[in-house]
């Protein structure tokens, strides 16, 4: 185990940044729902009063604006700037590794602003280590500049940045080095074997666990979108496949596999969700009025079921049609809320885009579609589709971390096990769950 001043010398910030060969950017300078939307709300529980919890909000909000401008990601993921990233996170990360890396904090737990502890020396190293903090005074107070460097290290692990220490941030914390280290390794082999895909001069970029879509121009980062992806019994694929029309007002089929498990049982429960939500059935061919439909009588199983067009639907205002064997593609959503999550695993499957009209209008600019052309189109509240004249290439893949410009390694979930060893396929996308692919719905 290396001393503590030698260490400074190659793993402690600014010493890190000179090793990773960047300039270290401080972070100053940078209900219920529909059960066919599965969503699990990330607020504080227990009983709080609504000033506290205002003020928790107030507070969390206020770090996040002001520390995460510093982490943002300004070019694409699959890149030589990505991949130089990368390799000089694991060579660093070797390091951490080499010189016995961090020690883990205790389980339960749980610490806020004005505590004081053994467990708080222990996460102020990690956090010097991983570079969250720019140096390591071993104190065990848990004061503002402990903090700002805890919420560094909830943002760049793509966690809700509480300001305390919380379950899922200890859970984050006990990571070991060595995991991290391979984590890096893995992800680094990823981007090496995707680079084929910047032979396209366009192309949008989905990063399922990082939640973010990228439009991508000649090597340039054109735009980015917060994104909601498959929950984890419905992984998104990886999927590389061609963007070839736009629809605008579409229609939802529902398919077989979302109407038994999702619809039909919520239909049981609550004849009038058919009306409201604009649903029309199907059986034999022949269109059935809902008032006659028994919706416990088993043949219903076996009903094909389609939402109208609306900013009631599924869809939302515009679907982004991309062929592929999976039956996966990108739309619009009337859950905005859920871009608000720092977890945002809730579809069966498809892509929701937060930007998805100025993904839209990017898509389609090189056809004098403007931003206020594709507006005027969802204004005119009318069905209609409009083919690219050059595809876009479009893929989903997969990966836990990168490196954004200021030089420190991120991380995310593994939300579908893809990082396990093994679990990877020639591409390192396959995923190790099992998934029903016959239909997926948004």
């Not at 770090?63 to 060579?91: C, D, K, N, W």
């Not at 919380?166 to 680094?188: C, G, H, M, P």
């Not at 739309?331 to 945002?344: A, C, E, G, I, V």
């Not at 579809?347 to 930007?355: A, D, E, N």
């Amino acid at each position: 185990m290396l001393g503590r001043s030698e260490l400074a010398k190659f793993l402690l910030l600014p010493a890190a940044a000179v090793l990773l060969g960047v300039a270290f950017v401080t972070p100053t300078a940078a209900g219920v729902l529909d059960p066919l939307n599965p969503f699990r709300s990330n607020t504080t529980t227990g009983a709080l009063g609504a000033q506290e919890r205002a003020r928790r909000e107030q507070t969390r909000e206020a770090l996040y604006e002001r520390l995460s401008p510093g982490y943002a990601m300004t070019s694409p993921f699959v890149s030589e700037a990505a991949i130089a990233g990368l390799q000089r996170a694991v060579a660093y990360y070797q390091r951490i590794v080499s010189a016995g890396g961090w020690p883990a904090v205790p389980r339960g737990t749980t610490m806020r602003l004005g505590d004081s502890g053994t467990e708080i020396v222990l996460i102020r190293r990690q956090l010097a280590l991983s570079g969250d903090l720019a140096n390591d005074n071993g104190s065990g107070r848990f004061d503002s500049e402990f903090q700002d460097g805890l919420a560094r290290f909830q943002i760049r692990n793509g966690l809700r940045v509480s300001g305390f220490v919380d379950s899922r941030t200890l859970a984050a914390l006990n990571v070991s080095a060595t995991e991290r280290l391979r984590q890096l390794q893995t992800n680094l082999a990823r981007v090496q074997s995707l680079m084929k895909i910047n032979k396209a001069p366009r192309y949008v970029l989905v990063n399922v666990p990082a939640y973010t879509l990228q439009a991508v121009d000649h090597g340039t980062l054109a735009l980015d979108s917060n994104v909601v992806v498959g929950k984890p019994t419905r992984a998104t694929p990886a999927v590389s496949a061609k963007v070839v029309e736009v629809n605008f007002y579409p229609t939802w089929t529902v398919p077989m596999s979302i109407a038994r498990a999702d619809l039909i049982p919520k239909l049981r429960k609550d004849p009038s969700y058919f009306t409201e939500e604009h649903f029309s059935v199907v059986a034999k061919s022949r269109s059935l009025d809902p008032m006659t439909i028994d919706w416990n009588a088993p043949e219903v199983v076996n009903y094909r079921f389609r939402q109208d067009p609306g900013t009631f639907n599924a869809l939302g205002v515009v679907r982004i049609n991309m062929p592929n064997k999976h039956s996966v593609y990108m739309h619009d959503t009337p859950l905005k809320q859920l871009f608000n999550q720092s977890l945002r695993a809730f579809s069966s499957g498809c892509v929701r885009v937060q930007r998805v009209l100025d993904v839209v209008a990017w898509l389609l600019g090189p056809q004098n579609w403007t931003p206020e052309k594709v507006q005027a189109a969802v204004d005119n509240g009318k069905s209609v589709n409009v083919k690219l004249k050059r595809p876009v290439p479009v893929h989903f893949v997969y990966l836990t971390a990168f490196v954004a410009e200021n030089g420190v390694a991120q991380f995310r979930p593994d939300i579908y096990g893809r990082d396990a060893p093994g679990a990877d396929d020639a591409d390192g996308q396959s995923a190790v769950v099992a998934q029903e692919r016959s239909a997926v719905t948004p």
